[in-house]
């Protein structure tokens, strides 16, 4: 049974809980092996991923095309502005044909109307590479970063620090799957989507909404932020300036729990809402979450085409 994966809800906190377990799993029996050969089920044996760009890309892109190879299929990278979509093609008609010819697609886009609109016209699995609303497949690699690391899911305690942006929503949208608490440490006008926090909430998350960076980082297992300006998108000077007490320094880890691990999305930019201190640390986990993309995505691969 085909499913899209738009955001977390789409699958539940028991599927998602399953694809990082699957994805443990399948990384720990890749272990020591070169990086493209294939798993050996190699269970996405013929299948195809059509890969959709509007955003520039590093880590979705790379990440999903192993995926994809380590799964026993291939990608196609399809770059919006030299394709049809980019000369006035309609999202609806594009989704039509690539059903006809791949067997999921994945689309990394600004607006997320797009994406219900393609997943709308689309007869195969749609995956959500980010929009401007959602990371789900970002919150899986983390999520799958934050086990590994030694903390459990149900009662942790997660800080967010600086833009209530996309990738903040899916966090809070896991706090209520997976029954978290995440404290968000945002300025004012920069706060995450009262809709999300809302579902989380009625899910049994608990999310906490503070202008302080202190009682957010206060006792955390796990602290998080991102770049203060996101991709195409407006701030400047203005929005700097309101971040800045957000950044997470050493001393503001210091008043994390001594356990407690650090993430981000990437791509960084140091001396603005991280510092290198912070980073390069020993409790930094970036580069473990950035290579878990590969490893989650194979797992929301696996679920959105119903092999797991």
Same mark, same amino acid.
């Given at each position: 049974m085909a499913r899209d994966f738009l955001n977390l809800t789409d699958a539940g906190g028991d599927a998602?809980?399953?694809?990082?377990?699957?994805?443990?799993?399948?990384? !720990? /029996?890749? $272990?020591?092996?070169?990086?493209? #050969?294939?798993d050996a089920d190699a269970p996405l044996a013929g299948h195809v991923l059509a890969m959709i760009f509007e955003k520039n890309s590093t880590r979705t892109r790379v990440s999903f095309d192993m995926a994809m190879r380590q799964l026993g299929g291939s990608a196609l990278i399809m770059e919006a502005g030299s394709t049809q979509l980019g000369r006035g093609e309609t999202i609806a008609d594009t989704a039509r044909v690539l059903s006809r010819m791949v067997d999921a697609i994945?689309?990394?886009?600004?607006?997320?109307?797009?994406?219900?609109?393609?997943?709308?016209?689309?007869?195969?699995?749609v995956i959500n590479g980010l929009t401007d609303l959602s990371h789900p497949c970002q919150t899986v690699a983390d999520l799958l970063t934050v086990?590994?690391?030694?903390?459990?899911?149900?009662?942790?305690?997660m800080a967010w620090l600086g833009d209530g942006n996309n990738v903040a929503n899916s966090l809070i949208? !896991? /706090?209520? $799957?997976?029954?978290?608490?995440? #404290?968000?440490?945002?300025?004012?006008?920069?706060?995450?989507?009262?809709?999300?926090i809302e579902r989380a909430r009625a899910a049994g998350g608990e999310v906490?909404?503070?202008?302080?960076?202190q009682e957010a980082a206060a006792g955390a297992d796990v602290v998080v932020t991102d770049t203060w300006i996101s991709m195409g998108?407006?701030?400047?000077?203005?929005?700097?300036?309101?971040?800045?007490?957000?950044q997470v320094d050493g001393a503001l880890m210091a008043l994390a729990k001594p356990s407690a691990t650090f993430l981000h999305c990437l791509p960084a930019h140091r001396g603005e809402e991280v510092t290198d201190l912070v980073i390069d640390g020993p409790r930094s986990a970036v580069w473990d979450e950035a290579e878990n993309r590969i490893h989650?995505?194979?797992?929301?691969?696996?679920?959105?085409?119903g092999l797991l």
């Open positions: 998602v809980a399953a694809m990082i377990n699957d994805a443990i799993d399948r990384k !720990a /029996a890749r $272990l020591g092996q070169p990086k493209g #050969r294939v994945m689309i990394r886009t600004d607006d997320h109307a797009k994406i219900e609109e393609l997943a709308h016209y689309a007869d195969v699995p086990v590994e690391h030694g903390h459990a899911l149900p009662g942790l305690q949208e !896991a /706090a209520g $799957l997976m029954k978290f608490t995440i #404290r968000l440490g945002c300025p004012e006008g920069y706060d995450a989507d009262p809709a999300f906490v909404v503070t202008r302080s960076p998108q407006a701030g400047g000077e203005q929005k700097v300036a309101a971040m800045a007490p957000y989650g995505q194979k797992s929301v691969l696996l679920w959105a085409l």
